[in-house]
């Protein structure tokens, strides 16, 4: 599972980076990304671009937006079979940027749990693989919408939790955004975990645990 996550840097950094356009894309530096919230997400619909949209995919046949909070995450072993994903899989794929995430270590018991965050060992920006969806809002306007695939956990995560986000290789971004073939489920074989010898992980504060502190507090390490 991916529940919280950082982009803790500067919207003009995310341009270089993944090749995009900002256009009207807005961004500050986010300390504790939660579902339900805007967040810049990269597409290649009209060549490749910054969009906002809001985590939680919403299916563009759903009655209610509401169902958004339950499709923060897709599962890589069943994501080209689900309805709710299949078609977005085969030509709505995104990628999510990234510098961290957040998960939480059980103590004592499982009576307390500890926030820890992943990130790269070189500290660099990355990419989740993600869904988007469009949605029609009542009013007539579009929702824009994404979600994070998951899948099993490498040895670094595993001790903490059994699913990660799929964190793809730089080399292998443009291939996942990649829909000209609009055929088949997509390069699934991408969606592996990512190699626990280039990452890192270390305890932060329990600030993170409510998604209403979104502050540098929330990354930085605990001694």
């Known amino acids: 599972m991916c529940g919280r996550y950082t982009l803790a840097t500067q919207l003009e950094l995310l341009e270089p ?13 986010r300390y ?23 985590w939680g995919l919403v299916p563009s046949w759903a009655k209610d937006e509401s169902v958004g ?4 995450n897709a599962r890589a072993e069943t994501v080209a079979e ?10 709505r794929r995104c990628l999510v940027p990234a510098d961290g995430f957040f998960e939480w270590r059980k103590e004592l018991g499982g009576s307390v749990k500890t926030p820890v965050r992943f990130v790269l060992k070189d500290r660099s920006l990355f990419a989740f693989a993600g869904l988007w969806e469009r949605w029609k809002q009542p009013d007539g306007k579009d929702l824009l919408t994404y979600t994070i695939i998951t899948t099993g ?10 699913r990660m986000p799929v ?7 443009g291939r996942w955004l990649d829909v000209s073939t609009g055929k088949g489920k997509g390069p699934v074989d991408l969606l592996a975990p990512f190699p626990a010898s280039e990452m890192e992980v270390y305890e932060v504060s329990t600030a993170v645990n409510s998604p209403r502190n979104d502050v540098p507090a929330c990354i930085e390490p605990v001694l």
């Open 32 to 54: 504790n990304i939660a579902p339900g919230q805007m967040v810049p997400v990269v597409t290649a619909e009209n060549g490749r671009m910054l969009s906002m949209m809001r």
């Open 82 to 91: 689900k309805p709710s994903f299949r078609k977005a899989l085969e030509s």
């Open 153 to 162: 956990a490498n040895e670094l995560v595993r001790p903490i939790h059994d």
């Open 167 to 173: 964190i793809l290789g730089r080399s292998d971004e």
């Open 69 to 72: 909070y339950r499709m923060i």
């Open 17 to 29: 980076r993944f090749g995009v356009d900002a256009g009207s894309a807005q961004h500050i530096p």
